[in-house]
């Protein structure tokens, strides 16, 4: 096997995680990138529920904002994996074909599947003009086309433009040079700073590779078709960048209003509710192993202040949403007591941490 493909023999989480991510006691997973991009492990259909119902709701497409977006994201991440005297060499000015260019998009594209985001092909290349790939089991297209183009951008060192269509369920994206100006949305799309609280959160660590014994033994990875499972629920996930998502949600809330939020928290809490259904446990055990899941899968530090058979009060730490988030804690304590339940949320300590009041 690939050496950067290797597997940890103790939980099975692909060791590229190790090298990349870290895992911090305050309740959030961050990258290693300049940027310190924070990620969480979601459903990949609650993602595109969340993207395919604002749309409804709104009468428009909102794939081009998730695409500016993430587009950002894309740069960070691949920063992190080139070495830097690609550029100061200025090694993206040398004559290269396809040929050359394989080898290199083929490590990028094995790291982009283990990151649960589908397995990539490159198709054509032509040097800093235009490159297509194809994407199996994409988990969001406008995420995915959000990555290639600033990807592309980096490693070509030129503005680009996107084309993404479906093809027999696959995911085919050109990307080109273009001299148009960038849209409005530009700056106003750009990821917020990340300032955390510290915290303390005491979890069970993999002898084999010092990561946090959740993921690996909670989640199956297929990394030839870049598919992650939960085992427990069989619902496909990913890790994904929070900064792009709530770039997204800051966005249309600013143009649209308070209806954005609202919208996010009720599509969330039924997603939410139909995955719960399918897991054994329920009730306040069930509702307090959601949260004690939390901080491993990046959403921050729960604390309950209040929990009875009718009402709770959960503050978090670092929540990596406060909208999603609020929509994930009502989802759970809707399944805990058996009916709909309502949340109203209040900030705390700036932007450090939310409390979040359910009944």
Same mark, same amino acid.
């Given at each position: ?5 290797r597997r940890c023999k103790e939980c099975g989480i ?19 990138? $300049?940027?310190?991009? $924070? ?32 587009? !950002? ?6 920063? /992190? ?11 993206? &000015?040398?004559? $290269? ?12 594209? *094995?790291?982009?599947? %283990? ?8 198709? =054509?290349?032509? &040097?800093? +003009? ?19 183009? %600033?990807?592309w951008e980096f490693l070509e060192q030129k503005q ?27 700056? !106003? ?9 510290? %915290?303390?959160?005491?979890?069970r660590i993999c002898p084999g590779c010092r990561l946090?014994?959740?993921?690996? #033994? /909670? ?9 992650? /499972?939960?085992?427990? /629920?069989?619902?496909?996930?990913? @890790? ?5 998502? *709530? ?18 928290? *009720?599509?969330?809490? &039924? ?16 509702? +307090? ?8 899968? %990046? ?6 202040? &209040?929990?009875? =058979?009718? =009402? @709770?009060?959960? $503050?978090?730490?670092?929540?990596? =949403? ?20 309502? @949340? ?12 979040? #009041?359910?009944?």
């Amino acid at each position: 096997m690939k050496r950067h493909l290797r597997r940890c023999k103790e939980c099975g989480i692909p060791l590229a995680y190790a090298r990349y991510l870290r895992w911090y006691p305050n309740g959030t997973i961050i990258g290693i990138d $300049r940027g310190r991009t $924070r990620l969480a492990f979601l459903e990949t259909e609650l993602i595109n529920s969340i993207i395919e119902g604002i749309s409804d709701f709104i009468g428009l497409d909102i794939q081009p904002v998730v695409v500016e977006a993430e587009r !950002r994201i894309g740069h960070r991440f691949i920063e /992190t994996i080139v070495p830097s005297a690609y550029i100061k060499l200025g090694v993206y &000015r040398m004559p $290269r074909d396809i040929s050359v260019i394989e080898p290199p998009s083929r490590y990028i594209f *094995d790291h982009v599947a %283990g990151l649960g985001y589908g397995r990539f092909f490159l198709l =054509s290349y032509k &040097r800093r +003009r235009r490159m297509t790939v194809l994407c199996r089991n994409p988990y969001c297209d406008g995420m995915l086309i959000g990555d290639s183009l %600033g990807v592309w951008e980096f490693l070509e060192q030129k503005q680009g433009a996107y084309q993404g269509e479906r093809e027999n369920g696959m995911l085919r994206i050109t990307l080109m040079e273009t001299r148009e100006p960038r849209p409005h949305l530009e700056e !106003r799309l750009a990821p917020s700073a990340p300032v955390y609280m510290p %915290g303390k959160l005491d979890y069970r660590i993999c002898p084999g590779c010092r990561l946090p014994a959740f993921p690996g #033994h /909670t989640y199956e990875w297929d990394l030839e078709e870049g598919i992650i /499972t939960d085992r427990r /629920t069989s619902m496909r996930m990913a @890790c994904v960048p929070t900064a792009s998502l *709530d770039a997204v949600f800051r966005e249309l809330e600013e143009e649209l209003g308070q209806e954005i939020p609202r919208l996010i928290n *009720d599509l969330t809490k &039924r997603e939410v509710c139909e995955f719960l259904s399918s897991l054994s446990g329920g009730g306040e055990e069930g509702f +307090r192993e959601q949260l004690r899941e939390m901080p491993l899968r %990046g959403f921050g530090n729960p604390f309950i202040e &209040r929990l009875d =058979s009718s =009402s @709770c009060v959960v $503050r978090v730490e670092n929540p990596f =949403s406060p909208a999603l988030l609020e929509g994930i804690l009502c989802g759970a304590a809707s399944h805990m007591w058996g009916r709909e339940a309502l @949340c109203r949320s209040e900030r705390q300590h700036g932007a450090f941490a939310w409390r979040y #009041h359910i009944s």
